[in-house]
């Protein structure tokens, strides 16, 4: 009963021994060599030895022994490759007995060399037991003779091995919050660098470079899912060569699909570090709920994800696409503000903002260079820089919000800006707590397409003039010729009356005078020298559309002008084509006045001898331009006659329009197709040969008028 009661004494020490251990900062091994060293000396044992697992691992090895001369230390089993009463005990968790002479039915060869090798006479195999299950085994021996280990003294071993597997749980745990709190520090750190950076191309190899760090990979690399590539390129490396990655992996199509917003992890086997297998961790980069590309991480010795901090890892890949999102959104926003302020810089436009005191708070360039020749328009009233009196009226109607909006065309009072002509748009553009309303001032200066109006109906004036005036020539010069003829034949019948011969003259010269004046008519009427030359179409074009665009948004016209790039040039007089697109293009203003649009186009098309017709070219190249509306049509009736001279259907029309521009593109070896229907506007094609190559310029005298054929 004393010895049972001492052995009690001893036990408990023991116990209280290890509890105190377990509140000290020394190491795991530590720790677990004292415990062992009190089993010894508390329990009466020889030898004690421990084996644990290696976490993550099916590898048994051995940490630390006592009371042996040879270590253990680095002896490994694997736990299903290598069959023997230590891995036995880790996988079913029994307790093994081992005597003097025993045979296990599951002892193996290696477990009876190592019985007669170490001279195990007494001894037991116990397992650790953590919250993750057994993670080791305890071997305890009694190797002096007659010295036994009963039940007792199992039960006794298994409270310590429950002490040591509580000592292994708190240092594990112990372990794993300082390495959290470290990992957290340094995510901290990693985030604010991740801030610090500017650039795009700076940010990813920042991320690249923190993510070795933080994983504890062996390189990393980052992929971004681009919407004009259907491959994800990688935009940085790190621990890799740009050969090695490629060896490594093919690049991946659409990581959005790959990753499924969540981390997954492979194993590979690539030609790289001697053909062993890689382990590589793909972690999403999440902006909102989309997937914006994946960062890589490979482990070419940690295969296993041994000690790897997943969620942390998750935190750095969320703060890394945060930052690329913001600094993606800063560079937008950077680059909205560089092309406000080039649109503001270049546009030929004077744009001002006005406070409710009337006063200029910003300008453009333009403002400054057009309006600036008093000084800095910044704090000057508006009233000074655009003087005019209709200008103050609307800009107190949208103070006021009696009008949203006003547009007006006016010519200032100012000394500096007289004879301009500009149009002005004044507009409300905010009203909020925070800052006061302004008003948004726009001077478009439109003096010279003022000109360019005033330009086209002078033309239009004169063309009417010209065929009006050919029309009269013709029909005067043949009454003209008969009367010459029969005043001749007169002449000759009053020969020898002086009196009648001398008014005769008289006549004769008065017919020549107004001979000389229809012929002066005819003069004034033809288009005079033809210069046929190599013509780019689309300047032509562009000139004609600056002419009456102007008058087409007075209307409420919509006007569209399509070029297409191929476009080769044509043999004629670009003059004459101007103006045959001038003229057309008036009348589908005419017959869209009341609103509609009017699309000028221009395209290269190829004509087979067929197609072409009656018309005979060397080339089948030809460049159509067609003026298209989509006002009121004609009838077949009128379309048949729109060609004739004095043919109209307006009150105001001289019908000469539509003949000029038949007898230009007549001349120029051309032809114009008309499609038209009642309700459904109308479309004029002309076809004009392709120049095949610079021709020689020619001039030649053109007799036709522009109302005859």
Request: aromatic share 6%.
């Amino acid at each position: 009963m004393p010895d049972t009661q001492y052995k009690i004494k001893q036990v408990l020490a023991s116990l209280y021994r290890i509890s105190q251990l377990t509140m000290t900062d020394d190491g795991r091994e530590d720790l677990i060599r004292t415990t062992l060293e009190i089993i010894i000396s508390g329990l009466s044992y020889d030898r004690v030895a421990l084996y644990l697992l290696r976490t993550g691992t099916t590898i048994l090895e051995g940490v630390i022994n006592v009371g042996c001369q040879v270590s253990i230390k680095g002896l490994k089993y694997d736990i299903y490759a290598d069959e023997c009463i230590e891995t036995r005990v880790v996988k079913t968790g029994e307790i093994i007995l081992v005597r003097e002479g025993c045979d296990h039915h599951f002892y193996t060869a290696v477990d009876r060399k190592r019985n007669e090798v170490l001279k195990r006479t007494c001894c037991v195999l116990l397992p650790i037991r953590t919250k993750q299950g057994v993670v080791g085994t305890l071997l305890a021996d009694r190797s002096r003779p007659g010295a036994e280990i009963d039940r007792d003294d199992i039960e006794i071993l298994e409270i310590f091995c429950h002490q040591i597997g509580a000592v292994i749980e708190n240092k594990r745990l112990l372990e794993s919050n300082r390495r959290k709190i470290n990992e957290l520090i340094l995510l901290q750190k990693i985030n604010r660098r991740l801030g610090d950076v500017r650039q795009l191309t700076g940010l990813y190899e920042v991320i690249v470079a923190e993510a070795l760090q933080l994983a504890g990979c062996q390189a990393s690399w980052l992929l971004l899912d681009r919407d004009e590539s259907p491959a994800a390129d990688p935009v940085a490396v790190y621990g890799l060569s740009r050969e090695e990655l490629v060896l490594l992996e093919v690049p991946e199509r659409n990581v959005r699909r790959r990753s499924r917003g969540q981390p997954y992890y492979r194993k590979v086997t690539a030609p790289l570090r001697e053909g062993a297998a890689v382990g590589i961790l793909t972690l999403p980069l999440e902006t909102g709920s989309q997937v914006c590309g994946v960062l890589k991480l490979a482990y070419t010795e940690n295969t296993d994800l041994v000690g790897v901090n997943v969620d942390i890892l998750k935190i750095f890949a969320a703060q890394a696409a945060r930052a690329m999102e913001n600094l993606i959104y800063h560079e937008h926003l950077l680059e909205e503000r560089d092309f406000r302020d080039s649109i503001l810089r270049s546009t030929p436009n004077a744009i001002l903002t006005v406070n409710r005191r009337q006063e200029v708070s910003t300008c453009n360039q333009r403002a400054r260079q057009l309006f600036g020749f008093q000084g800095e328009l910044v704090g000057k009233p508006v009233g000074l820089v655009f003087d005019d009196a209709e200008f103050a009226q609307a800009l107190e109607a949208v103070r006021e919000r009696r009008q949203d909006m006003v547009q007006l065309e006016l010519s200032p009072r100012n000394p500096e800006l007289r004879e301009r002509d500009f149009s002005v748009s004044i507009t409300a553009l905010h009203e909020d707590w925070e800052r006061e309303t302004e008003y948004l001032v726009l001077f478009q200066d439109i003096t010279h397409r003022k000109r360019l109006d005033r330009e086209v109906e002078r033309m239009r004036r004169l063309a009417a003039i010209g065929q009006l005036a050919a029309g009269i020539a013709h029909e005067i010069r043949n009454p003209l010729t008969g009367i010459n003829i029969s005043l001749d034949i007169i002449k000759n019948a009053l020969n020898g009356h002086e009196r009648g011969c001398q008014l005769l003259d008289g006549v004769v010269n008065e017919l020549d005078r107004l001979e000389s004046i229809v012929s002066s008519l005819l003069e004034f009427s033809r288009p005079g020298l033809t210069e046929l030359g190599s013509v780019q179409l689309a300047p032509v074009l562009e000139r004609c559309v600056t002419l009456f665009q102007e008058q087409c948004r007075q209307r409420g016209v919509n006007l569209r002008l399509e070029i297409a790039d191929d476009l080769p040039p044509v043999r004629g007089d670009a003059e004459k084509l101007r103006q045959v697109l001038v003229n057309l293009s008036l009348n589908a203003l005419d017959a869209v006045a009341g609103g509609g649009t009017v699309v000028i186009r221009a395209c290269s098309r190829r004509f087979s001898p067929d197609e072409a017709g009656r018309r005979i070219f060397d080339d089948t190249c030809f460049c159509g331009i067609a003026v298209s509306d989509d006002g009121v049509g004609m009838t077949d009736e009128v379309r048949e006659r729109i060609f004739d001279p004095f043919f109209t259907t307006r009150n105001q029309g001289t019908g000469l329009g539509l003949s000029i521009v038949h007898n230009i593109v007549k001349d120029h070896q051309g032809w114009v197709e008309v499609e038209s229907a009642p309700g459904e506007g109308s479309t004029f094609t002309l076809y004009f040969p392709a120049a095949a190559a610079e021709p020689e310029r020619v001039s030649r005298e053109d007799d036709k008028s522009y109302t005859y054929n």
